[in-house]
């Protein structure tokens, strides 16, 4: 029973560290690309104050110091639009700029305590508020992972400010007063539990979209990619392909004379079978692959870093495995099916210059493959 429990738990929050699947790295991407905008504009904006200080009164250094963290804050914002522009996103960018962002926010309380009083830092009103921007801005990237990891950066840093702060000064002394009030320990305990609070929000909402995303991308019957997801999925998949001069391979797949399964044993069998069929697909590909119901009896199998002729070995190996696979009607009875394919891939097929030529390279060889008896592969024009 122990055992059960624990296991139940781990599945319940294995969420947590899972990498998200190729919907929620798709929407990421879009997320990594709204923040870089939002930030690039938030920092221009930012950018006025400090410069006017700056001008008005040169010599004070907080004026010197919070124009040189907003500035090095906007040249990062820069660099990051830059790159993510040029189609440059890697996974780890997330991190990296959400990580930067709640770091720098620390940067300038740091500054306020260096060049200002204890209490410039730990009273902040408006520097400490734009951890709560960062952490929030981390669930655009529907990965719960930087959630996690920033809010704890966020929290661990603003903890440490704290602890050098008591450490290192009175703070109890008025003469830290000044206009930002009086030293309180229960709201420095209250800011890093609002900090918390702001993570586990976080958290709940990529957990949300996750479920949502996942309707939304999923085929409700098979519980498979729909082609909705497919059709978002094989632009990119192509894109990062020729970015980085990988190979790619698509394959459509068709389950051979699936009316007749239908008109002889019912609809209920004839999903039945998809299901099982959908099951065996999932099974036997890699999690970077990516298999998708088409339509109707139709499935779509793309295989990222895959030459033609791989890709058609590994096709084979599932078509024979899904034909030596007989479907039980229940009665002592059963049946076999099967299905045909067609495979194009990139650079293979030198037809295939964009996404839509190479589904249409892989249809036309499906179609190769009925025409010549079904049950069989097809990868080469002939």
Not at 334 to 345: E, K, T
Request: hydrophobic share 50%.
């Amino acid at each position: 029973m122990a055992a059960e429990i624990t296991t139940n738990t781990e599945a319940r929050f294995a969420w947590l560290w899972a990498r998200p699947d190729s919907a929620l790295a798709s929407a990421g991407i879009e997320g990594e690309g709204l923040v870089a905008r939002v930030r690039l504009g938030a920092m221009a904006l930012l950018l006025i104050s400090p410069t006017l200080k700056l001008f008005l009164e040169p010599n004070d250094a907080i004026n010197r110091w919070g124009f040189a963290v907003t500035a090095i804050a906007a040249i990062a914002a820069v660099a990051i639009w830059w790159l993510l522009r040029r189609g440059g996103w890697r996974p780890w960018i997330g991190f990296v700029s959400s990580a930067l962002d709640v770091s720098l926010v620390t940067t300038a309380l740091v500054m306020f305590l260096r060049v200002g009083t204890p209490l410039d830092a730990l009273n902040s009103k408006v520097t400490f508020e734009m951890y709560f921007l960062a952490i929030t801005a981390t669930s655009l990237r529907y990965d719960a992972r930087i959630c996690l990891c920033v809010g704890l950066l966020a929290w661990l840093q603003y903890a440490a400010l704290w602890a050098f702060a008591a450490a290192r000064f009175d703070l109890h002394d008025p003469v830290h007063f000044a206009d930002v009030g009086a030293y309180s320990a229960i709201d420095q305990v209250t800011r890093l539990i609002l900090l918390g609070v702001a993570v586990l929000l976080a958290l709940n909402l990529v957990h949300r979209a996750q479920r949502l995303l996942h309707l939304g991308a999923r085929d409700r019957l098979t519980g498979l990619y729909n082609r909705g997801h497919f059709d978002r999925a094989l632009p990119l998949e192509f894109e990062r392909s020729a970015r980085y001069q990988r190979p790619i391979a698509l394959a459509i797949l068709d389950i051979d004379h699936f009316k007749q399964v239908n008109d002889d044993f019912g609809h209920p069998v004839g999903d039945r079978v998809l299901r099982t069929i959908a099951d065996q697909l999932a099974a036997g590909v890699r999690r970077t692959d990516l298999v998708a119901r088409y339509g109707g009896e139709e499935f779509v199998v793309l295989f990222p870093e895959t030459t033609r002729d791989n890709a058609l070995a590994r096709i084979e190996a599932l078509r024979r495995k899904v034909a030596e696979s007989p479907h039980e009607l229940g009665d002592g009875r059963s049946f076999a099916i099967g299905f045909s394919a067609g495979i194009a891939a990139v650079p293979d097929d030198t037809a295939a210059t964009d996404p839509a030529s190479l589904l249409r390279c892989a249809d036309s060889r499906l179609l190769a493959a009925k025409r010549a008896g079904r049950a069989r592969s097809v990868a080469h024009d002939e």
